[in-house]
């Protein structure tokens, strides 16, 4: 199988078409809520409920139940366009990790912010915390983030991911999730916001057209559970599963590798000829009947190719 891997995408790579990263740009209640929950939340942490975002003893039922009904609020929000996709998805991130961290959820500056103030000061206007009921609160309060930041009273979603760091998460380590967010606040990282997990052909087209999915789950089950996929590529019934902050997480650190500018244009010039493949002529309709009928390749492959095509 590698090998055929190798010959395909050698030949792929050979015609590749020149893309410009597209831009996308998207278009205050229940503090009760807010208050309690980390009331909640603080005690628990104590005994273990909910730990380190990286641990896989969070018991995301718990969390869930926290968590959801204030996630839903801002939700309410990106649906009225009172903000961006890049604001709902930096309050997830903020949220979640607070809950899990109380107060200990940043560790303070990045060594040098992702953008210089006058590239920020360009970006569009993002939510500020205060702009939602009590999730300045939730985030551990003025004085907590102004420690961070070093004095900044009226704090935006974009400054958090631009100048601090997150604890906790140990992949972090080259500070990819601030530059992700602070570069997509900036339009310069294409995401297509979806609510559910796309089939492999759905990213192969958004790939092609140089975009990438980011999904964020909503619901109280999405969230209270894991979401497994099977490693088909793998011999034996290998699996992974991901928590709903891990799977999002995940999408931005493959939105920096399609977006890296030393591959970027060769992976939208791979992914739109594999399209190709599926559409020239009369008698084939589909990628799938292309290595099935023409390669003469049996489901299996198929299976394993479609998982790889959707995860380069």
């Not at 980390?38 to 942490?45: G, I, P, T, V, Y």
């Not at 930096?90 to 040098?112: E, H």
Request: proline letters at 4%; a neutral charge.
């Amino acid at each position: 199988m590698a090998t055929m891997l190798f010959v395909i995408m050698t030949s792929c790579v050979t015609y590749c078409i020149a893309l410009q990263p597209q831009i996308i740009t998207y278009p205050h209640h229940r503090s009760d809520h807010f208050i309690r929950t980390r009331r909640q939340l603080e005690a628990s942490d104590s005994s273990g409920v909910i730990r380190n975002s990286n641990e896989k003893n969070v018991d995301l039922t718990s969390e869930a139940d926290l968590v959801f009904p204030i996630i839903s609020s801002v939700h309410e929000l990106w649906e009225r366009k009172e903000i961006s996709s890049a604001d709902l998805v930096g309050a997830f991130i903020i949220i979640v990790c607070a809950f899990r961290r109380p107060k200990a959820w940043l560790s303070g500056k990045l060594s040098q912010p992702v953008l210089n103030s006058e590239d920020f000061k360009l970006c569009p206007e993002s939510m500020r915390l205060s702009a939602v009921p009590s999730l300045l609160e939730v985030a551990g309060g003025l004085a907590y983030l102004s420690k961070k930041l070093g004095g900044v009273e009226d704090i935006s979603i974009h400054r958090v991911f631009n100048e601090c760091a997150f604890s906790g998460i140990k992949k972090n380590t080259d500070e990819y999730i601030n530059r992700c967010m602070s570069f997509w606040f900036a339009g310069k990282r294409p995401f297509v916001l979806l609510f559910r997990i796309p089939s492999p052909m759905e990213v192969l087209r958004q790939q092609a057209a140089g975009e990438r999915v980011v999904t964020l789950f909503m619901t109280r089950e999405q969230l209270g559970r894991r979401h497994e996929a099977a490693l088909v590529y793998m011999e034996g019934d290998q699996r992974h599963s991901k928590d709903p902050l891990e799977f999002l997480l995940h999408d931005l650190k493959h939105m920096e590798n399609f977006v890296d500018p030393s591959t970027h244009y060769e992976q939208v010039g791979f992914f739109r000829c594999l399209l190709k493949l599926g559409v020239r002529g009369t008698s084939r309709s589909s990628l799938k009947a292309f290595f099935r009928d023409e390669c003469g390749l049996d489901i299996r492959f198929w299976n394993e190719l479609e998982y790889v095509i959707s995860k380069i």
